[in-house]
């Protein structure tokens, strides 16, 4: 008797177990199927912006002396001066860029020391205050720019687009100076001054021609000196 009290005892636990298993199967939500009778794939990350993507940021060139130097593996140009013939990137000899000051007045100031660490990699030309800067070369206004330590600057390239030539410190462009217009040797450009870092009592023109990367961008390049380039 005892043992068919207990057998009946188990069957009713295992009843009530099996309804409260199956209750709470029927109270469960139904699954979401798709089209294809299959569950939905979980939902993906969020995309990341990969670097080509994210806008370039580029440093405040206005406080920069320029040119900026390329990285060296990447740059072939060298310090030493182009050939110049009349066939090539560049005429003969360039004007110098000064009205009235002939080639027996400079002074090769390429390689003088600028502080601890640096040269000066270009001419300095001394003349009056307001006295006419004219285009040494053919080529395009690749830049009007204005720095804090070059001041009022043009950028020039040559017509093959291998050389700029940087004419800082102006007064002021001349009149329908624009950039892209095409400039011819001897063309009016601007004006001498001592603006950005220059002495006020001692104002000049910075000339400097430099090199161009495969890339052409007019704040950066190679410096080569103007020196040997110049003539009357």
Do not use: C
């Not at 320029?66 to 013939?85: G, K």
């Not at 093959?160 to 462009?173: F, P």
């Not at 601007?190 to 990367?213: C, E, M, Q, R, W």
């Amino acid at each position: 008797m005892r043992w068919l009290v207990s057998f009946l005892l188990g069957v009713l636990v295992g009843a009530g177990g099996l309804f409260v298993y199956l209750r709470e199967f029927a109270d469960a939500p139904d699954p979401i199927v798709t089209d294809g009778g299959a569950l939905p794939a979980p939902p993906a990350d969020p995309p990341t912006a990969s670097p080509a993507d994210s806008p370039l940021v580029q440093t405040d060139l206005s406080d920069a002396d320029l040119p900026i130097r390329p990285a060296p593996q990447a740059s072939t140009a060298t310090s030493a001066a182009p050939e110049l013939t009349a066939g090539g990137s560049m005429p003969a000899k360039l004007l110098v860029p000064v009205e009235g000051i002939a080639y027996s007045q400079l002074s090769d100031t390429f390689d003088q020391p600028r502080g601890q660490e640096r040269h000066h990699e270009a001419l300095d030309i001394m003349a009056a205050s307001g006295t006419p800067v004219r285009a040494a070369g053919d080529g395009k206004v690749a830049k009007l720019f204005n720095s804090k330590p070059g001041g009022i600057t043009l950028y020039q390239f040559d017509p093959a687009e291998k050389y700029a030539y940087y004419y800082a410190h102006l007064d002021r462009y001349a009149d329908g100076i624009k950039e892209g217009m095409q400039l011819k040797r001897g063309d009016l450009i601007g004006y001498v001054g001592a603006t950005g870092n220059a002495d006020p009592s001692a104002p000049h023109l910075h000339f400097a021609i430099f090199a161009l990367t495969p890339e052409k961008q007019w704040w950066k390049g190679t410096p080569v000196n103007p020196y040997p380039m110049l003539g009357d």
